[in-house]
C-alpha cells in the first residue's frame, strides 16, 4: 500500500486531511475553513535522497518529503532510527544534495552551505584551545566579517543564553550543557534566518535535558528565529514544537504533522497534564502501527 496521498495535520484528539500542496504553494484545510498559511520561509517539495551501493543498487533514505516551514515557528521532527532525519536536516544545511525534488529558501534553491542557515549538531565540537568567545566567533572569522561587530553580537548572545561571564573560559571549565549552549551561541552569530538542531541534548543526562529544553524555549521566543529539531524523544518534541514532523520508517516519508496546541509560556508540570499526554499518546499510537520506534 502506498502512502496517503496528502498528510494529515492532528489538532488535539482530532486528525484533520490536509490538501496537497500546489508547486510553490502551502496547504490548507477546506475542512476547517482555515485560511492558507502564510509565504514558507523554507519550502520542501518531492524531496527524494538516496545512497549509492557497492554492487550498482542503493539505500533509499527518503522519498516523496514535501513540506513547508513557516518563519519565526518551532519545528521537531520525530521517527524510527534510520528513516532520514539527519539526511533532511543535511540537506537543509545544503551540506548533501539531494537525488530528486528541491528545497528553497524565500525561493531561492538551497544547493550549499549559507551563511543565513545555523547548524548545530549532538557533539558542540568546540575547539579546546580556542575560549568559548573565540568559538563563538568562528563563523565570523571564516566568513570574513567585521570582527569587532561580531565580537559585540557574541557577547550579546552569550549573555541572552546565560554564559555571560564565561566568554574568557575554555571548553574544558564548562559543563555539557554549557558547552551546547556556546555552541547554539555559535550558530546564530551570522544572525541566520533558521537554526538546524540535530539531536543536540541527546548526549545530555535527563535533568540537564530538561533544563536545556526550557532554555532553548526562552532563546527561541527571545531570538524570533526558525528552528527545525531533530529528536529521539516523543515529549520532548511535544514540549518543544509549535508543530511535529513524523517521518516513516525508511524511506522516511512524511505521516503527520501535529500541530501543538499548548500554551506559550511552558514549564516542566505542563508534561503531566492531560493536553500534553494526549500529544504523546498520538504519536506512540502511530508508531504502534506503522513499525515501531527505535
Not at 492532528?10 to 475542512?31: D, H, M, R, Y
Not at 539505500?59 to 520525530?78: K, Y
Amino acid at each position: 500500500m502506498g502512502p496517503d496521498p496528502a498528510p494529515r495535520r492532528l489538532v488535539g484528539e482530532e486528525a484533520i486531511f490536509v490538501t496537497a500542496p500546489k508547486p510553490g504553494g502551502s496547504p490548507v484545510s477546506p475542512s476547517k475553513g482555515r485560511e492558507a498559511w502564510g509565504e514558507a520561509l523554507i519550502a520542501i517539495r518531492g524531496l527524494r535522497k538516496a545512497y549509492p551501493r557497492v554492487g550498482g543498487d542503493e539505500v533509499l533514505a527518503l522519498e516523496d518529503v514535501s513540506l513547508d516551514i513557516r518563519p519565526g515557528e518551532f519545528l521537531t521532527v520525530v521517527g524510527p532510527s534510520g528513516c532520514g532525519k539527519s539526511t533532511l536536516l543535511k540537506i537543509l544545511a545544503g551540506l548533501l544534495r539531494p537525488t530528486g525534488g528541491s528545497v528553497t529558501l524565500r525561493g531561492t534553491p538551497v544547493t550549499s552551505p549559507r551563511r543565513d542557515i545555523g547548524v548545530v549538531f549532538q557533539n558542540p565540537v568546540l575547539l579546546p584551545w580556542r575560549t568559548v568567545l573565540q568559538n563563538v566567533l568562528l563563523p565570523a572569522q571564516v566568513q570574513g566579517g567585521d570582527l569587532a561587530a561580531a565580537s559585540q553580537r557574541g557577547r550579546a548572545l552569550l549573555q541572552m543564553v546565560g554564559l555571560g561571564g564565561f566568554e574568557g573560559a575554555y571548553p574544558r571549565e564548562l559543563s555539557g550543557g554549557m558547552e551546547q549552549r556556546a555552541a547554539i551561541t555559535r550558530a546564530l552569530i551570522t544572525d541566520p534566518q533558521i537554526l538546524l538542531m540535530d539531536e543536540p541534548f541527546g548526549a545530555l543526562d535527563a535533568m540537564t535535558r530538561e533544563a536545556m529544553n526550557l532554555e532553548l524555549r526562552r532563546i527561541w521566543r527571545e531570538s524570533g528565529k526558525t528552528v527545525f529539531f531533530i529528536t529521539h524523544s516523543i515529549p520532548e518534541a511535544v514540549f518543544l514544537a509549535e508543530r511535529v514532523l513524523i517521518l516513516s520508517p525508511r524511506p522516511g516519508r512524511v505521516v503527520e504533522i501535529l500541530d501543538v496546541d499548548l500554551p506559550p509560556d511552558r514549564d516542566l508540570d505542563l508534561m503531566g497534564t492531560d493536553r500534553f499526554g494526549n500529544h504523546t499518546r498520538r504519536i506512540r499510537g502511530l508508531f504502534g502501527t506503522k513499525g515501531g520506534i527505535a
